[in-house]
């Protein structure tokens, strides 16, 4: 076996573990807000601001869903493009009196906010630990 063998074998093998997948609700109206807020009674609820237009942002979305390791029937993932839907990025920031960033995740329970992270801060364990 080569060199180059072996990484190409660890890829085969990675690619053949079934990845835990995200099921995104996408956030583009305002009364989504609302939503959030109702389905974080029943669940944790996690809220993705991403910012199309930043590699930054794109890195710690790519980060976070490659890490992810969350039983979707107790956590639901609400993901805003905030480039697009600024009118609702801006009501999040007001309602739930977070400082507007980008990326930044923010995570309720029971209608209150229990943790929110932007940047190099948004790592899945980091939000696994604090819900759990």
Sequence with gaps: MGFFDKFLKADEDTSKTPKKSIDWLEVKKVN????????SKRQTAIVFKHSTRCPVSRMALNRFEAEADFDNSQV???FLDLIQYREVSNLIAEKFQVTHQSPQIIILQNQKIIGHFSHHEIQAEVVADLIN
């Design 32 to 39: 989504d807000v609302e939503t959030i807020l109702e389905t």
């Design 76 to 78: 639901a993932f609400f």
